[in-house]
């Protein structure tokens, strides 16, 4: 089998990817002076760029844009670190073979028509890439923009170089959409400055993750963006976490396409609740990165994280000289749950010395028209306003952009960020005028110290995502653990299998899965050592139905047996509190009547367990990041509860910590019944065994789990596997 960045074990280091991303010398292969061809725009790019030896390869051309050229990558005689390769596709394999033989162990691939082409052609094409990366040659690409590496002035890529018009900083961009990422470095045209910028393309064996590991080693990047489309090795996302968590740099990521998809859903409680995008928000979050909704907030966030250092506390505070923009400041504050702690009342009563009468003195703080009129007045209001220690960030609004508003006022807040101390507060500006470019704009969006904001909305969401990644707690990091199969977990895998090989007719073709009835469900999970409670299996032409009935332990609750049907409540297919013999045989002759699978349904029956709660377990085996968990409030309360979720499969202990962290519904619960934590975690880890010794187990709901005196008891259990259970 391949090895691909789906399959790789973890990231590559960031000096493997050094000679690909910061080249000293570079072969360009298909160079050509012709209008609009790709290497002939690279090389133009290239030109005077100190500390690059640069080669052209064309056997028609002497020289290309006065590059010396070569009629083949041998003849030129000498190896490099890197070969853009500008060729058609046809010819991608046999010059990246060519560079590796001679020694070059770099290659950028700009061509399409590879496995994004979804031909057998273009896929078998870019295995033979693979194979070469598995010899040992980094390939970014193929079908990618390419990189520039700003503080070098290297531009890898074939759009008209910006040239000299590079602006450095310390936001560093990975975009799998390469378009999207370009689109964003174009921020430098109002003084946002980068470090560097790449486009992976179809990730053949350098992807976006290794791309930001290589950033976060990289002494001019102060913070990583992704822009993310999906990964199908999720671990490597927490791997990147930690390394992010150990250098101290954050990592904001944008999720492309963030609606549900997956007709499975339908059939368990828990692929309703852990949908794709559910499951890469949590994921992103437990790894400890900043999530960014919006794409418009991207930049904002990332120039505010490139210029502050962690939260000390998690209060802001809010001045302004005009009460509105205070209003509309404290409606996002509240909708992003950021707190603005009230204003001192020592530091409240010195203001009071020199602001207007008729101004709002507080959290927020409204030093009115007067503030607009007199700089003095804006000054040493806000200077008194910024002592207060409860204040992680000072957020400040401008309003009217007038160069003797927002120009005189942009000197004034620079002027006073620089005299703080490293460690005071930040500021940022929101600038909320509509003239986003006006006096005193671009003197915010270059100044070192200062963020500045177009909208509170932006603002507030960028501050609860610094505020959440200063506060990270680390043990989220508790991944990637060994839930190996015990003996319990391949009994219960022998048991599951037998019963969905004699069930085979049963697949779901949309799913491709299979359904087991409620009564093999619990079989199932009882030979994995989780406690259930003690079904009946009875059918309407038994002739013993009768006797059978007369010894139930009255009352009891009565249940369609039946592998179609997944919510059996939905359909009427639960009855509760049956009271006698009678009521119990009216029932299964009725089920009998209704549902069918290959013949008159059967009716689970079993007495009425009391619990003083319902809770719940559930698992689904997602194709990015494993086993996906749902732990919380069972019964009808499964979706509208929000039950906690959980990637990354992480120990025991991290799945208690998950529940210990709770909110809502299901926190207030958990912190009324503590003592359920370890059943609820080792239930969860008995799941997850039982995941690693069946590797067809797609989906699995343990609903509801009643909380007894004699501990959680599981009287309901939905299970389904995969069509290729015999394989």
Known sequence: MTTTSATRAGLYPSGELRGLLSPRSVVVVGASERAGAFGGQIIKNLLGIPGIELYAVNPKADQVFGVDAYPSISAIGKSADLVAICVPQSAVVSVAREAFEAGIRNAIVYSSGFAESGTEQGTLAQNELVELAERGMRILGPNCLGFINVHRGIEMQFIKGYGDELVTGGIGVVAQSGALGYLLTQAQYRGVGFSHW???????????????????????????????????????????????????????????????????SARSHTGVLAGSNAVFEKAFRSAGLVVVEHFDDIIETAAMFAKVGRARSNGVGIFSASGGACIIAADEAEAASVALPPLDPAIGQEMVAFMPGFGTIGNPTDATAEAVKD??????????????????????????????????????????????????????????????????????????????????????????????????????????????????????????????????????????????DE?????????????????????????????????????????????????????????????????????????????????????????????????????????????????????????????????????????????????????????????????????????????????????????????????????????????????
């Open 198 to 264: 790449v486009g992976p393309g179809n990730s053949s064996d350098v992807d976006a993750l290794d791309l930001a590991n290589f950033m976060l080693d990289d002494p001019d990047t102060k913070t990583v963006v992704i822009i993310f489309e999906g990964t199908s090795n999720g671990h490597r996302l927490f791997e990147l976490g930690r390394r992010a968590h150990e250098v101290g740099k954050p990592v904001i990521v944008h999720k492309l396409g963030r609606s549900e998809i997956g007709s499975a």
């Open 519 to 727: 009564s093999e469900g619990k079989l199932v999970i009882s030979r994995l050592g989780i406690a259930t409670s003690s079904p009946q299996v009875l059918a309407a032409n038994d002739p013993e139905l009768e006797s059978k009935v007369a010894a139930l332990p009255f009352p009891v609750v009565a249940k369609v047996v039946s592998r179609r049907i997944a919510h059996k409540a939905r359909v009427g297919g639960v009855k509760l509190n049956l009271q006698s013999p009678e009521q119990v045989v009216a029932t299964v002759r009725e089920f009998a009547e209704r549902f069918t699978d290959d013949g008159p349904a059967s009716t689970l029956v079993e007495g009425m367990v009391a619990g003083e709660r319902e809770w719940f377990v559930g698992a689904k085996r997602d194709a990015g990041f494993g086993v996906v968990l749902t732990i919380g409030l069972g019964g009808v309360d499964v979706e509208s509860s929000t039950p906690v979720l959980i990637v990354g499969e992480p120990s025991p202990r991290g799945i208690r910590a998950a529940l210990e962290s709770a909110g809502g519904k299901t926190g207030e619960a958990l912190g009324r019944s503590p003592h359920v934590l370890g059943e609820l975690a080792e239930t969860a880890a008995r799941v997850l065994r039982l995941f690693s010794a069946l590797p067809a187990l797609a989906d699995i709901d343990i609903n509801p789990l009643l909380e007894t005196a004699d501990g959680l008891i599981a009287v309901d259990a939905a299970i389904l596997v995969s069509a290729l259970t015999n394989e």
């Open 375 to 516: 700089p003095e007045i804006f000054r040493r209001s806000l200077e008194v306003f910024g002592t207060d220690e409860k204040f992680s960030m000072i957020l400040i609004a401008l309003t009217v952009a007038s160069e003797a508003m927002t120009g005189v006022r942009a000197r004034l807040i620079t002027e006073f960020a620089a005299s703080r101390p490293i460690d005071a507060p930040p500021l940022a500006v929101v600038w909320l005028s509509e003239w986003a470019d006006g006096p005193g704009a671009a003197t915010f969006a270059k100044d070192d110290r200062v963020a500045i904001f177009g909208s509170f909305r932006t603002a507030m969401s960028a501050v609860r995502g610094w505020l959440d990644w200063s506060h990270f707690d680390a043990t989220a990091l508790d991944t990637g653990f060994d839930h190996a199969a015990d003996e319990h977990a391949r009994a219960a895998a022998a048991l599951a299998t037998e019963r969905a090989e004699l069930g085979a007719e049963f697949v779901d073709e949309t799913t491709g899965t299979l359904l087991l």
